[in-house]
Antibody, heavy 121, light 108 residues
Framework: QVQLVESGGGLVKPGGSLRLSCAASGFTFSDFYMSWFRQAPGKGLEWISYISSSDLSYSNYADSVKGRFTISRDSTQKSLYLQMNSLRHEDTAVYYC?????????????WGQGTLVTVSS | EIVMTQSPATLSVSPGERATLSCRASQSVGVNLAWYQQAPGQAPRLLIYRASARATGIPSRFSGSGSGTEFTLTISSLQSEDFAVYYCQQYNNWPPVAFGGGTKVEIK
């Protein structure tokens, strides 16, 4: 079955960087669009980025992270990444990766368990 | 940018009772709406897509309806595992992907 496992979270100082990973299994990773979300403590879900399937080459970002975060993927490793630079207190959240639906409609049918990022001095 | 508004913020329901959750879009999204369930400490889980289609493995007590700007998620007879937060999400116009603020279904 589909499995997504995030890693790379932790404590980082404001202005620092962190790279999150999402290991995928149980499906043809290269065929699927993928996305990152986050959820600040006690808050709702926030979409932050998506990346197209491996044969295409585009991505998009929420305004809140544009210019600071970079999404990428490696089909040989079956992994999705989120490079986070210039981190701020307000980036503190649980970060989730998810698959975009197989029919291409932009809802999300499989989610990882999340990884916690804490930005604090 | 489409804004999604959910109501009520909290819904108190007794086990076995019916729960009705609402989601409103600031402009029409057709039937391009999904619902997710998030249990405490867990990742979100897709319940409904295309406004009324149940995702794989979702029990029939969950049903979705609506189109345009008004949508409803109904849980016909609440089970203990259904007490959670529910989010709606539109995917008619993106990016950005827009979620509602959530409805917490709690035990009465």
């Amino acid at each position: 079955q589909v499995q997504l496992v995030e890693s790379g979270g932790g404590l980082v100082k404001p202005g620092g960087s962190l790279r999150l990973s999402c290991a995928a299994s149980g499906f043809t990773f290269s065929d699927f669009y993928m996305s990152w979300f986050r959820q600040a403590p006690g808050k709702g879900l926030e979409w932050i980025s998506y990346i197209s399937s491996s044969d295409l080459s585009y991505s998009n970002y929420a305004d809140s992270v544009k210019g600071r975060f970079t999404i990428s993927r490696d089909s040989t490793q079956k992994s999705l990444y989120l490079q986070m630079n210039s981190l701020r207190h307000e980036d503190t959240a649980v970060y989730y990766c998810a698959t975009v639906s197989a029919d291409g409609a932009f809802y999300f049918d499989n989610w990882g368990q999340g990884t916690l990022v804490t930005v604090s001095s | 940018e489409i804004v999604m508004t959910q109501s009520p913020a909290t819904l108190s329901v007794s086990p076995g009772e019916r729960a009705t959750l609402s989601c409103r879009a600031s402009q029409s999204v057709g039937v391009n709406l999904a619902w997710y369930q998030q249990a405490p400490g867990q990742a979100p889980r897709l319940l409904i897509y295309r406004a009324s289609a149940r995702a794989t493995g979702i029990p029939s007590r969950f049903s979705g309806s609506g189109s345009g700007t008004e949508f409803t998620l109904t849980i016909s007879s609440l089970q203990s595992e259904d007490f959670a937060v529910y989010y709606c999400q539109q995917y008619n116009n993106w990016p950005p992907v827009a979620f509602g603020g959530g409805t917490k279904v709690e035990i009465k």
